[in-house]
């Protein structure tokens, strides 16, 4: 098990290294670097135009500025935001408990449902039942999430008056302390009537929009892996034992048959960050989707080397972290590291 | 009365292309304390029927049969939630791989115990006890820890065992034994069998045991079953089926015994049982069989009443083919 | 005693049928499939003959008609069936093109896709050592930035047309056919036949592309059918965020992010060039999930 995981690390570091190269290369390699951005500014002179590439560190040969932010990374400096002079680090930070939460309560969203959809599919197989669902189930995974969002916000928001359209919570009424940046959390913390509600009001139509091609995905996956479980020895064994359908089913077969499905679930975490992306667009939901593409507006170099850095990490880890966690829930891979 | 009792079985199976039939008009009976072997070489249908009996086949296949009576109950005919209160309790069966039998995210200890917590009216202590008990009963040392092993950490043999056990935990007055063996390094095969039939003795249970080995049925069986192709072409008690064969196919079976080959080379039946596609259009055993005629071609066989309903046109008698035309014709 | 071997064959009262025909056969079983084919069949159709189909020219400004409805809400015009966007310009002239731009991204980046993963695929299995290690690195560190961040930064670094949102998206979706390719070739490079004709003398080149390649088509060809939706949605995000085809181009995505204020509105300028990608993704989709359970010999019904 120990030497497994070394492996594991070991992999993992040249693929960190790699990264880090690439995304410093490809965002110098955008045309128009910050300062030239700036130089249609009224009153700037030429002299403060090299004062500020020099302060960027941007006059320096680019193996230079490439070691230098190698060294920074090493250290946690992940440089500084040219638009607003903060930490990109921080920036990160503030901004990605609210793409936490809004990718956690899509994926429960998707698994709640996903799940349950799949095994009813599976044991209804050619009915009425799995033709629908599995219908359904194609039509999200066919589904453009920005197309989807403006939709239900026409739908939900505009003619029914449901939930709100953008943000996630509403400044006008609610004012609560960041605590954990969670606004579930945050709004039951601050003890303010109706703004938890109010949070979760803003959360509705995000959860559902990112959630969809998840949940799509896990009905599916959880149909076919059920499906294939349904036909192993041990399931007859379960049924002949008289046990009734839904202890073969949702216990016996379930249970082998989530396996792949959750590792699925763990390796979709980059899908759903790319799928934030959109959601955040769509809803001006202050996240580090949101902030990378914005970033990629303002040609803000450190943000978005730091940004792309940050999420990409988390991305590997998780999936290292699905890969290390998958023998709890298959036994025989447990014993056999 | 007797324990089970099957008149004109037939399963078919739903296909790409049209129905396949597994198995084709098979009836027998099974009496309390006794052991029929039914015997037949892979795609003979002898599993299928009594996963039919057992109601486990797949949602693609079809059963039909003229009777399907346990101890005088209609398990056709009764409800499921009914038909569960039998199979598991009073009728159990066990498989061919014992590895892949056994669920392998559960411990053995959960699945032993689980048909005792369906079927028996007992406390989970009762429970753990009646496991250990049982686990001792099939032969597996520290039975205690062995509840507590996942099935991979245990061999195919200790598996097979606790299949077993599993099978006889609500004392079933019918026990179905599907290939149980063949699975198995040839030493634990002995073993199993003899576990097996001291457990039929001990307990006056009825056995059925699934097998494509004549060795096997000479060891164990009171009374033999022959299928081929879905058909059962023969039956009758063992000492008679191995003195006298009445169909060539039982005959051919038995030429193939080690022990009994007279030759320097062990004699074979060629061919192989037909498949959805060549089946045959009279006698399912003609391609393959060394007396076939035109007859045998062309005309559905009759059963022989006399000599072990043998599903055969020149029926066996004493290794004479009764009413064959001769090799010359047979050609 | 063997059967005579002259007896005359019993025919049996089915032959078994061929590969291609039980194909079809189990795929016109799956009534979702051929739908789908049929819906796809259309949007090729129309594809190709948007400048004949089509009632307009997508780009020509009917400034006098502009945010039209379409013909089934009051106010509907059988000159613009489908209504009119801001500008004036005919919705179903402009979906029809719309078609053309969607299919040809999502059928270049299948073609080139599969190419690169082909090659790169059967490289990194066939070689193994160095050159594998190099590509599964490179393909992991593909996978490990969000899609959609890449595909953006891409775009970004190469400028925002049509030819880049093809180049971005293909390698944000080499991966998948790198791997899948990878690991079909090695699976069949274990496998007894591969073994004979290395004995048998058969050189690499014919080895991986004649031998082996062939045996991987099934997992490919359906990663393709899914593969063109992946596409298709994937640049019409771009366009959706103003990286893809330009203005005034009638692609879908952009489409949608023009008639985004206009949402509350005229909502139909904005719902249907959503509902043509659903439809085209959805019929797809629908496609590849026959092309799957038809070819996927497991889950056929035995």
């Known amino acids: 098990m120990f030497r497994f995981l070394l492996r594991r690390l070991a992999l993992t570091v040249p693929t960190f290294l790699a990264l880090m190269f690439v995304t410093f290369m490809m965002i110098r390699l955008v045309p128009g670097d910050p300062i030239e951005v700036r130089r249609g500014e009224r009153g700037i002179s030429p002299e403060r135009l090299a004062e500020l590439r020099h302060e960027m560190g941007l006059d320096q040969p680019i193996l230079k500025q490439f070691a230098d932010y190698a060294w920074g990374l090493l250290h946690g400096d992940f440089g500084v935001s040219i638009i607003t002079k903060n930490p990109v680090l921080q920036e990160f930070l503030t901004l990605f408990p609210a793409t936490v939460e809004l990718s956690i309560c899509a994926l429960l969203f998707a698994i709640l449902i996903g799940v349950p959809a799949g095994v009813i599919a599976a044991s209804r197989r050619g009915g009425v039942y799995d033709q629908s669902l599995m219908g359904l189930a194609l039509t999200g995974y066919s589904m453009p999430i920005f197309w989807w969002g403006l939709i239900l916000i026409l739908v939900m928001s505009n003619t029914l008056g449901l939930t709100p359209v953008s943000g996630r919570v509403d400044l006008i009424n609610y004012y609560y302390p960041s605590v954990t940046g969670f606004m579930l959390i945050d709004s039951l913390l601050s003890g303010e009537k109706g703004a938890f509600l109010d949070a979760v009001r803003h959360l509705i139509l995000p959860t559902i929009v990112l959630g969809t091609v998840p949940l799509a995905v896990i009905a599916r996956m959880t149909r076919s892996s059920m499906l294939e479980v349904l036909e192993e020895d041990y399931v007859r064994t379960a049924r002949a034992k008289g046990l009734a359908p839904y202890r073969v089913i949702g216990i016996h077969a379930l249970r082998n048959a989530l396996i792949p499905v959750v590792t699925v679930i763990g390796l979709s975490v980059g899908s759903l960050l790319a799928g934030a992306v959109l959601t955040e667009t769509i809803f001006s939901w202050p996240g580090v989707g949101k902030w990378l593409i914005e970033s990629i507006g303002r040609r803000d170099y450190p943000a978005l080397q730091g940004g792309i850095m940050l999420i990409s990490s988390i991305v590997i880890v998780v999936n290292l972290l699905v890969d290390l966690t998958y023998g709890l829930i298959n036994p025989r891979i447990r014993h056999a590291r | ?331 | 005693m063997p059967v005579d071997a002259s007896l005359p064959a019993v025919a049996g009262p089915t032959a078994p049928p061929s590969p291609l025909l039980s194909f079809w056969r189990s795929f016109r079983e799956n009534r979702g499939a051929v739908m789908g084919l049929v819906v796809v069949v259309f949007v090729i159709f129309v594809a190709i003959f948007a400048h004949v189909l089509a009632p307009h020219d997508p780009l020509e400004q009917f400034r006098g008609f502009t945010k039209l409805p379409p013909i089934w809400v009051d106010g509907g015009s059988w000159t613009y069936p489908l209504g009119t966007d801001a500008l004036g310009r005919d919705m179903l002239s402009r979906l029809m093109y719309g078609s053309r731009i969607s299919l040809f991204i999502g059928l270049s980046v299948m073609v080139v896709s599969m190419i690169c993963g082909v090659v790169l695929g059967l490289a990194s299995a066939w070689f193994g050592g160095v050159t594998d290690v190099i590509i599964l690195r490179i393909m992991d560190l593909i996978m490990s930035i969000p899609s959609l961040v890449l595909a953006i930064l891409i775009v970004a670094i190469i400028g925002p047309n049509l030819t880049n949102t093809i180049v971005a998206v293909t390698v944000v979706y080499l991966p998948r056919y790198v791997r899948l390719v990878r690991a079909s070739a090695l699976t069949e490079l274990s496998k007894d036949y591969v073994t004979a004709a290395k004995v048998s003398g058969v050189g690499p080149w014919r080895l991986m592309f004649v031998t082996v390649l062939p045996n991987c088509l099934p997992p490919l060809i359906v990663q393709a059918a899914l593969g063109v939706c992946d596409a298709i949605l994937e640049a019409a995000a771009l366009g959706f965020l103003g990286l893809g085809a330009q203005p005034p181009t009638p692609e879908w995505g952009s489409m949608l992010a023009d008639s985004r204020d206009l949402i509350t509105s005229h909502p139909w300028v904005m719902a249907l060039p959503g509902i043509a990608i659903l439809i085209t993704v959805l019929a797809i989709n629908l496609m590849g999930d026959g092309l799957r359970d038809a070819l996927d010999p497991r889950l056929k019904k035995s």
Not at chain 2, 13 to 19: C, N, Q, R
Request: aromatic share 6%; glycine share 8%.
């Open chain 2, 1 to 331: 009365m007797s324990l089970l009792e099957i008149q004109n079985l037939t399963v078919e199976f739903k296909t790409g292309s049209g129905w396949f039939r597994a198995v084709d008009g098979v009836s027998f009976t099974v009496d309390a304390r006794e052991v029929l072997a039914i015997v037949g070489e892979s795609g003979s249908g002898k599993s299928v029927s009594m996963l039919a009996v057992m109601g486990l086949l797949p949602w693609t296949a079809k059963v039909t049969a003229d009777r399907m009576h346990f101890e005088g109950r209609d398990l056709l005919g009764m409800g499921k939630a009914e038909r569960r209160k039998i199979i598991g309790k009073d009728i159990a069966m066990i498989f061919q791989e014992p590895m892949s039998s056994l669920n392998p995210c559960f411990k053995v200890g959960y699945q032993l115990t689980e048909a005792l917590k369906t079927h028996m009216n007992m406390d989970k202590a009762q429970r753990n006890a009646r496991a250990v008990e049982l686990l001792r009963q099939v032969g597996i040392p520290a039975p205690e820890t062995r509840l507590n092993s996942y099935p991979h950490q245990l061999s195919g043999g200790m598996n097979q065992r606790v299949m077993i056990a599993m099978a006889i935990s609500c004392n079933p007055k019918l026990l179905i034994a599907d290939e149980p063996t063949t699975a198995l390094d040839v030493t634990i095969q002995a073993q199993i069998l003899d576990l097996l039939l001291k457990i039929q003795r001990d307990t006056g249970m009825g056995l059925v045991l699934i097998t494509h080995s004549m060795g096997v049925v000479a060891e164990t069986a009171e009374r033999v079953s022959v299928q081929y192709a879905g058909q059962k072409v023969e039956e009758q008690p063992v000492k008679g089926l191995f003195k006298d064969p009445h169909h060539p196919y039982t005959a051919a079976l038995l030429a193939a015994l080690p022990e009994r080959a007279h030759m320097k080379r062990l004699p074979s039946i060629p061919g192989m049982v037909p498949g959805q596609f060549d089946r045959p259009q009279g006698c399912l055993f003609s391609p393959r069989c060394a007396y076939a005629t035109q007859l045998c071609r062309t005309q559905v066989p009759p059963q022989q009443k006399d000599l072990g309903n043998a599903l055969c046109h020149y029926p066996l008698k004493d290794g004479v083919a009764l009413g064959h035309p001769g090799k010359e014709k047979a050609a």
